[in-house]
């Protein structure tokens, strides 16, 4: 194993500053050059696309008829909850991301360049959450193949991607943080599965709240962040089955993601700095 000796890069002439123009333009630059990665690493096509297919059709045939009787009776539970699900892991992504950046050099290459130092980072979020976005599309695809159906209007369907973009964007900074703290990428799988695994099956996204469950389960159920994220993009999507008003849900759930984002953007930035 050999270890690649690079130089320190240089520090842009006289401490320059980008204006907002510019740094705006560099971040969407980042974000394409992020996206159009996807063409030299089918891989990650890949997982954007088949691991929610298989998500949807395993959930929907094995579980459905048990839990909801019938598969078509289980789709309107499953469907949201396996987009959110899906969302909240593809956050992992973000960080996942950045910590091959940093460890593979390409962000000390690109603080060589006359960019907006927070470019490299705003892209590769601005860029995963519309990747974000393709996986949805792919899992409702899905959905509409085997039987599910919107029972609401096509407006409450964008107003449920909204909901699910808001929270995850809040919610990733906690991978961005994860991402720049660890040393390696495997790193950040471990971390990110062990917080989101808890954090997706201690809610309703696959099954009611059960009264016969352990009252402090069903108290971890019901005030989990997750829960209120499925509970609101539920009702959007059919009209709140299971679940309570959905304005309630969406308040309770971007005030979480909103806590999360004040706790960990700035314990990333603090790491970005340290790292970048």
Known sequence: MTTATHAAPAPLAGGRRVSPGTAARNVATLAWRNLVQIKHNPMELIDLSIQPIMF????AYVFGPAIGGTVEGYLPVVIPGIIAQNA?????????GLNVDITKGVFDRLRSLPIARIAPLTGRMLADTVKQVWSMAVLLAVGFAIGFRIETSPLHLLAA?????????LFAWAAVFIGLAVGEPEKV??????IIFPITFLSSAFVPISPQAP??????????PMTHLVEAVRGLMVG????GPVL???????????LIAAIFI????????RRV
Request: proline share 2%.
């Open 161 to 169: 991607l909204a909901v699910l973009l808001a929270f995850t964007t």
């Open 266 to 273: 700035p314990l990333a930035m603090r790491a970005f700095r």
């Open 240 to 243: 709140g089955q299971g679940g």
């Open 189 to 194: 799988q471990i971390f990110g599965f062990t």
């Open 248 to 258: 309630e849900h969406t308040v309770i759930a971007l005030g979480w993601g909103a």
């Open 56 to 59: 949807v059709l395993l959930f």
């Open 88 to 96: 909240l892991f593809a956050t992992m992504t973000t960080g996942f």
């Open 215 to 224: 009252e402090v389960l069903q108290f971890v159920m019901r005030n989990n």
